[in-house]
């Protein structure tokens, strides 16, 4: 415990997020005592979290595969599910050097995280938010390059047929049903980060029908979708010449669709 926070003040904080609708006020509570600075700092990001701004915007951070990942104001906030999707770019991408792009990269956390477990990636990653490019440029640091503009329009040409795991955190919820969300991503998170289109799959598909030109032989695409989704979403990335399958993780409660490029075999070869 903060020393400027007596028992009385945490007790009183507690009681305040919990009127406000904090499910986990208790956790929350910790969390601000352990960033505030002082007790008028701490005072000011209890009256923000009460505003309702995300608990992650009112700390600056987020914590995401085991790292404190910088989110600031607009910026939308990696959800806990999304460490499935990295946890299987990490797998793909093995030890071996790697060529890595993260599209709709927000914060930057999803590069970040992959570039903290396999040191030897070549990171790249791209958004269209000018806030969330700013982010995504402290998190990612000297670990790779954050370009602005539209998924791989700002993308250098040299990366066409090098990239090796291609990390796709598109937007996937139906435009009818964002107004559906939770008041913290509806109103302080980007529309654009959360809007897929009619079905949700608008943003997915631009990928799909690009991907294939940016994969390096053997390289996979990686979108996050919802379990409903995936089906469509995978018949999408097949039909783009990819091979597609489905994983899913009970716990996480994510499901991911891959798509790999399939390895052309060698001119005169014989088979094995």
Same mark, same amino acid.
């Given at each position: 415990? *903060? ?13 305040? @997020? ?45 914590? =995401? ?10 910026? =939308? ?6 460490? =499935?999707?990295?946890? *299987? ?39 269209? %938010? ?11 640091? %000297?670990?790779? *390059? ?5 998924? =791989?329009?700002? @993308? ?72 409903? *989704? ?21 716990? @996480? ?20």
């Amino acid at each position: 415990m *903060q020393e400027f926070a007596s028992p009385q003040t945490v007790s009183s904080i507690v009681t305040t @997020l919990r009127a406000a609708g904090c499910v986990f006020a208790e956790d929350e509570t910790e969390l601000l005592l352990s960033t505030a600075a002082g007790p008028a700092e701490l005072a000011a990001m209890v009256e923000r979290r009460v505003a309702g701004l995300p608990l992650e915007h009112v700390l600056g951070w987020a914590e =995401f595969c085991g790292l404190r990942v910088a989110v600031d104001p607009g910026v =939308f906030v990696p959800r806990r599910r999304t460490e =499935f999707l990295v946890r *299987q770019a990490v797998a793909l991408a093995g030890r071996k050097p790697a060529v890595v792009v993260d599209l709709c990269c927000g914060s930057g956390a999803l590069g970040t995280a992959l570039a903290a477990a396999l040191p030897n990636i070549e990171l790249h990653a791209t958004d269209v %938010e000018p806030a969330a490019v700013r982010c995504a440029r402290r998190n990612v640091g %000297e670990l790779g *390059q954050v370009y602005e503009g539209d998924l =791989f329009e700002p @993308l250098p040409g040299s990366l066409r047929g090098r990239v090796d795991v291609l990390l796709a955190n598109v937007p996937y919820v139906p435009t009818d049903d964002v107004e559906l969300l939770p008041a913290e991503a509806r109103i302080h998170e980007p529309r654009v980060a959360l809007d897929g289109g009619g079905d949700g799959l608008d943003v997915m598909r631009r990928v799909v029908a690009a991907a294939p030109d940016w994969l390096a032989p053997g390289g996979s695409l990686l979108v996050e979708t919802s379990e409903r *989704q995936a089906g469509r979403a995978a018949e999408t990335v097949g039909g783009s010449g990819l091979r597609a399958r489905v994983v899913v993780s009970e716990e @996480l409660y994510a499901t991911v669709v891959i798509g790999t490029r399939p390895v052309q075999p060698v001119a005169g070869a014989r088979p094995a």
